[in-house]
């Protein structure tokens, strides 16, 4: 009996330590994971080839060199709240996206930069692949969304900000 108990226990304690190492070991690609790193898995990378997803210090240079435009798919009010600045508001209508003139009229070279909430927000992506198919062919979905953006600090602007069609004022 007291060989049993010894087993067990010894037993007992090898799973405690491979939880341990399996936990210490994997810990960097857990950490990943929840900065959404490995969410382009999950795109049909394949099916999109000019969509790809970008980090937030990407999301920052791109907007900091002024060469892309900032798409935001948030609900209206959302945008209104709070928003990176400069950024066009393209919110999700009940059958999908309406992309408004003001955007189908820019090059379809254009660096375009989508982001939501973040988080498990599917919004940017659905709309990167509603651009994709109206033929933009460069498209970065900031997977980190409005939650990431604000958290660094970064710059933010309140209110309508721009419409559609770059002008100030709300969308069409």
Not at 14 to 43: C, D, H, I, M, Y
Not at 116 to 134: F, I, K, M, V, Y
Request: glycine content about 12%; some cysteine; overall charge negative.
């Amino acid at each position: 009996m007291k060989e049993v108990r010894r087993l067990v226990v010894q037993a007992a304690a090898l799973v405690a330590l491979g939880a341990v190492v399996g936990a210490a070991v994997n810990f960097p690609l857990v950490k990943r994971f929840v900065r959404g790193e490995f969410r382009e898995t999950f795109f049909e990378a394949a099916r999109y080839p000019g969509v790809r997803l970008i980090t937030l210090q990407e999301a920052e240079d791109l907007w900091a060199g002024g060469q892309t435009v900032l798409l935001d798919a948030r609900p209206v009010e959302a945008f209104a709240l709070g928003h990176a600045p400069g950024a066009r508001n393209i919110p999700s209508a009940r059958d999908g996206f309406e992309v408004p003139a003001g955007v189908l009229a820019l090059a379809r070279e254009a660096v375009l930069v989508v982001y939501c909430e973040g988080g498990d927000c599917q919004s940017s992506l659905a709309l990167a692949r509603r651009l994709h198919d109206e033929g933009f062919r460069d498209i970065r979905v900031f997977s980190g969304g409005w939650d990431e953006w604000r958290a660094a600090g970064l710059p933010e602007e309140q209110g309508e900000g721009r419409g559609p069609q770059g002008e100030s004022g709300a969308q069409e």
